[in-house]
């Protein structure tokens, strides 16, 4: 089994930083990609960005976040992380980390608040 704990949640002023955490453990070894992926009020979850989890390359990222946000890992740490810059109210939201062996998103964190004041 593989477990996912998200951290580095919080309050932070519209146009602030933060970066998340995903610390990754247990069997790790199938995971290929992982990912991140949010839940505002009242809105369904959305993907936000996910990376190759070995080699660290075709990182994705959705329109709302490109240019703000950078996903990264470090695998000796086993964790991902989620640097998120110029935030908006918009991106209010609990943020879950995910990994995926295959075309499924298999295991899930239980998720990290992020709430952006305007």
């Known amino acids: 089994q593989v477990q996912l704990v998200e951290s580095g949640g919080g309050l932070v002023q519209a146009g602030g930083s933060l970066t998340l955490s995903c610390a990754v453990s247990?069997?790790?070894?199938?995971?290929?990609?992982m990912g991140w992926f949010r839940q505002a009020p009242g809105k369904e979850r959305e993907f936000v960005s996910s990376?190759?989890?070995?080699?660290?390359?075709?990182?994705l990222y959705t329109d709302s976040v490109r240019g703000r946000f950078t996903i990264s890992r470090d695998n000796a740490k086993n964790t991902m992380f989620l640097r998120m810059n110029s935030l908006k109210a918009e991106d209010t939201a609990i943020y879950y980390c995910?990994?995926?062996?295959?075309?499924?998103?298999?295991?899930w964190g239980k998720g990290t608040l992020v709430t952006v004041s305007s």
């Open positions: 995910a990994g995926r062996r295959e075309s499924l998103w298999d295991y």
């Open positions: 247990g069997s790790s070894g199938s995971i290929t990609r």
């Open positions: 990376i190759l989890w070995w080699s660290g390359g075709s990182t």
